[in-house]
Structure formats: C-alpha cells, structure tokens
C-alpha cells in the first residue's frame, strides 16, 4: 500500500470530472501566449521604424500665375445687356465678344454726340487760330506803332529845332532893329533926320520885336507838340498792348476750352467701344452673373466668369501659424485631390496610394484666412502628372514632409504636444535676409 494512488485503484477516470478538467491546463494558452509575445515584440520593433513627420493642410486647386484664375468680366459703363455673344461652357479666344451693352445714360443717348463734340472741337480750335492770328497782328501793330512813334517824336523835335533857330533869328533881327532905331532916334532929336525916317525905323522895331514874340510863340507851341505826340503813341501803345494781352487771356482759355473738348471727344470715343465686351483671353466661359436680355447693370458690375484654358496649376493649401516656420521653398508635398481614392499613409509618403508629388512654390508673408497661412504647391517634376481632369477650386488635402524620425519620437513628440524636428539648415530664411553674398534671399 505504500506506492502511488493509480486510476484503478480510484476505480473511474479523472477525465470524466468537469472539476478535473478545470484543473487542467489547455494547450490553446500557451498558442495564445505566444501569439501575444509575438505582437508585442513586432510593436517594439515597429517603434523603431522610421516615420516622416509632415505638416498637414487642406485647400484647393488654383493656378501659379493670377492671369491663370478665373476671371469675373465686369462691365465697365451703366448700361442695358441687348445681346448674348456666348453661352456658358463655350471656348472663347482673347477679343471674342462676349455681350453687348446699349447706353442708358441721357447724356450720352444721342447716336452722333461724337460728331457733334468732333464739331465743337474744330470751331473751337478755329476760333483760337483767329485768337492767334490777331495776337501776331496787334504784334505788328504795336511794332508799327512803335516806329511810327520814334518817327513822330523826331518830327516833332526837329520842328522844335527849327523853331529855335527861328527864334533865335528873330531875336537877332530884333537887336538889330532896336539899334537902328537908338541911331534913328539919335539923329531925328540931332535933326538929322526925318520923322518919316524915324517913325519908319520904329514901326520895323515894332515889327521884329512881334515877330521875336511870334517865334517864341511857336516854339512854345512846338515843345508842346512833342509831348503830345509822345502822350497819342503812348495811348495807341497801351491800347494794342492792352488788346494783345486780353487776347492772350483768350487764348489761355480757349485752349482750356479746347483740351476739354478733346477730352470729353476722346473719352466719348474710348466709351462707344465699351458697348461691347470682349473676353480678355483665351479660356472658358463658366458662369454668367447676369441673365436674359434687357437687363440693367451698373459700373462695375460682373457679367461673367472665363477660365483660362491652359493654366498653371498650383495648389493653394492652408496651414496653421506654427508650422510656417517649418516650411521652406522646393520642400516636398504629397496631395490628395477630392474625386481621386487615395489611401494615405502620412508617416510613409513611399506606400501610400492614390496620391501626387508637388513642391512648395512660394510661402505667403502674411496670413489669408482665420490665421492660416497661404502655401502655394506646384507639381512636382520628378513624379507622376497631376490628373488632366482637374478644376479649379477642387479640394485638396496635402502632407508637406519633413525630417524622418523613429516612430517612438514621434509618439513621444505628439503626447507631449513639441513641434515637429528640423534642421536649422533647412528652414526657410527670413524675407530680405541676406545670404552672406549680399543677396538677399
């Protein structure tokens, strides 16, 4: 009785007890344990792969250059739509008409109001030829009078010297008188002489001492002249000097009158060829603002929208304030475009599916929208062409990816919520920093 209890000597078998096979380890725990050990190792090891850190942005699709993006054709006068050149969804060419506008303004509703201000310019300029023309003449009239004055004036003052010389003969022949008649007189009380011949020889006394005052008389009168011929030429003087000058204040005038009219002819010219508008390049028409035909429309306002036909595409993508910093011009970027199934894997750009290559073109100074910052993402050269069958404004989600780091960081840097890492190098310099060369960046 001393060796071990056996299933005879029990008398039934243990494996027919319910308890008894509790008891009993199944062989399935020790399958399960090591499938358990397994993915927990493979988790380890997959904390170690490399991970590319990316910042994510959404946005749509837009063109590089502005004259790539849809442009919205205003109208450029108030008028009334008379006539549909197009129809939405048409190719256009550059200088297509696109509608036709008639004016509703009263001030321009006459057909020939061209002509008429045409008209007003020409008399306006013949009237300033006439303006012109009596400028150049009372020039001459003036010049004439001038001549005409200095030749008075001489006139004047050799009649002066003539009557001085006169005066002066007078004064002799006076003299001369008198003495004969202090010798008449003389010889008449002596009675040497007659009273005849006395009283001859006073009336000849008489005679040259009126004669002497007549002289004086006269070159009184002539002294006069001169300044009075100076006083008319003077007054003719002022007189065409005064017209001339009126008339050159007409003249500046006129030609204020005349550059007007021409304005308002030119301006008038330049508006009649506003009635009709034409599409300012090559594209597609995608919408009309205004419909039917009688329509009014004020300056300014929208008529319709032409899409350039071979744009350059670009991506505009929006990313937060904080990660600006981390972006710099020719990074790379992967996009997903709505309407194009991608599965996207941010962490690993080189499996994931459905998706495109771009490079970062330029990098907005200022934020666009709600703090975000405006990326511009063009197609990348050395992968595959973005889809031909993109629109403008279609949607997009983009990843512009950054350093490689193991997945472990990336964990730790996303718990602790730290910026993504990146080399110093790499950034993007600051606007007009210089590079040592003294170019700037």
Sequence with gaps: MGGPITQDDIGFDPDTLYS?????????????????????LLAVLALFLPWQQNVAGGGSVTALRPQDRPQTVPSLIAG??????????????????????????????????????????????ASLAGKQAKVRSLDSLIAALERAGVLGLEQARNRVGLHEAALQAAVVDSQVEAARFERRERLFKDGLSTRTEFEANQ??????????????????????????????????????RSDRDATRAEIGDSRAEVAQLRNEYTSMRIRNGMYRIDAPQDGYVVKAMRQGVGETVKEGDPLVTVVPARPQQAVELYVKAMDVPLLRRDRKVRLVFDGWPALQFSGWPSVAVGTFGGVISVIDAVDSQNGRFRVLVTPDPEDERW?????????????????????????????????????????????GASDGTGAAK
Aim: aromatic share 8%.
């Design 20 to 40: 008894a096979k509790l008891l009993r380890t199944p062989t399935s725990h020790g399958t399960f344990f090591m499938w358990v050990a397994g993915l927990l």
């Design 80 to 125: 009334r739509i008379e006539q549909w050149h197009v129809q939405e969804g048409q190719y256009v060419t550059k200088g297509t008409p696109l509608v036709r506008i008639s004016e509703v303004n009263a001030k321009f509703l006459d057909p020939d109001l061209v002509g008429r201000l045409g008209e007003q310019v020409e008399g306006k300029e």
């Design 203 to 240: 009336l000849r006394l008489q005679l040259a001492m009126a004669k002497l005052v007549e002289k004086r008389q006269e070159l009184q009168n002539a002294r006069i002249e001169v300044g009075s011929v100076s006083a008319e030429y003077g007054e003719k003087l002022a007189k065409a």
């Design 387 to 431: 889809p031909e069958q993109l629109r403008m404004g279609s949607g997009v989600h983009g990843w512009a990816l950054l350093d490689t780091v193991p997945v472990w960081f990336e964990i730790w840097r996303q718990l602790n919520g730290f910026p993504p890492t990146v080399d110093p190098d790499q950034l993007e310099a600051p606007m």
